[in-house]
T-cell receptor
């Protein structure tokens, strides 16, 4: 069975602050994918990143960075110098490579960036 | 490309009525997914198709739910008869095959059953 836990239900920060969204996962699969999606107030889900379990290199994309720690089963997401437009619900998700179509989502973290 | 297109965006119906949700995937994508999002259960995969064929429908809650994909550019999710507990946002998503696993989501259909 797979499980994704996003313990932070809601986070509020002031614009320009850095913020880290936590994601902890459980899986018995040795190879898997991890994802982050963003759901802005308009409602659609926007794909942000996919990582393979065998690639623990951290990734940076502009103000976004992701820290994958296989030893602690965590895949945390950091937004540097947050902006009001970053306000959204962020979902972490997991799928086994053997069945890569079947995503298990976390419950999401509501991020509010205040001006 | 316009992305995944879902219709209607909002649907309000009375308990017992039939509801049909529609989805047009991104052209060229050979996987199509239906998800349901509720406050209680979060995002759940209901069913997915590969090349128009249902592959896994284990997430479909009960026989009142059915999904079809008559061709590569259209899919429906039907609830008959609808119940208040079916109220949720239903998302359709599509993705490419060949190892690509990034799913692109539509804007969702917010269903309210009264």
């Amino acid at each position: 069975a797979q499980k994704v836990t996003q313990a932070q239900t809601e986070i509020s920060v002031v614009e320009k602050e850095d913020v880290t969204l936590d994601c902890v996962y459980e899986t018995r699969d040795t190879t898997y994918y991890l994802f982050w999606y963003k759901q802005p107030p308009s409602g659609e889900l926007v794909f942000l990143i996919r990582r393979n379990s065998f690639d623990e290199q951290n990734e940076i994309s502009g103000r976004y960075s992701w820290n994958f720690q296989k030893s602690t089963s965590s895949f945390n997401f950091t937004i540097t110098a947050s902006q009001v437009v970053d306000s959204a619900v962020y979902f972490c998700a997991l799928s086994p490579v053997r069945s890569a179509r079947q995503l298990t989502f976390g419950s999401g973290t509501q991020l509010t960036v205040l001006p | 490309d316009a992305g995944v297109i879902q219709s209607p965006r909002h649907e309000v119906t009375e308990m017992g009525q039939e509801v049909t949700l529609r989805c047009k995937p991104i052209s060229g994508h050979d996987y199509l997914f239906w998800y349901r999002q509720t406050m209680m259960r979060g995002l759940e995969l209901l069913i997915y198709f590969n090349n128009n064929v249902p592959i896994d429908d284990s997430g479909m809650p009960e026989d009142r739910f059915s999904a079809k994909m008559p061709n590569a550019s259209f899919s429906t999710l039907k609830i008959q008869p609808s119940e208040p507990r079916d109220s949720a946002v239903y998302f359709c998503a599509s993705s490419l095959g060949q190892g690509n696993t990034e799913a692109f989501f539509g804007q969702g259909t917010r269903l309210t059953v009264v």
